[in-house]
């Protein structure tokens, strides 16, 4: 499973946005798979896994095979953060 970083890094999954089917004790949250539902799988609403760091993924597509899996599930569901503006400081020298 990926590693994001919810705070640092401003990934994560917006898990308001998600079929939750249930949390568990630890604050593991199952939901349904946004992109398993949009083809029509995942009616349970079982395959995605998110879990308290951030990580997440779906069981049907675990492991480095279901990066790009990982990635529409971001995309549809993904918790995009500002970012503050990028502030460039520099000093200009006068020739000589």
Known sequence: MPQVAPEG??????????????????????AR???????GQDRSGEHLVVYPDGRF?????PGDAGWLHR????????????RPPLVLKFTVKPKG
């Open 71 to 82: 990635k529409a599930i971001w995309e549809a569901v993904g918790e995009r953060k500002r």
């Open 33 to 39: 798979c946004p992109v398993c539902a949009a083809a």
């Open 9 to 30: 890094g401003g990934v994560s999954l917006d898990v308001r946005r998600l079929a939750v089917s249930r949390r568990l004790e630890d604050g593991t949250v199952v």
């Open 57 to 61: 993924g779906c069981v049907v597509y």
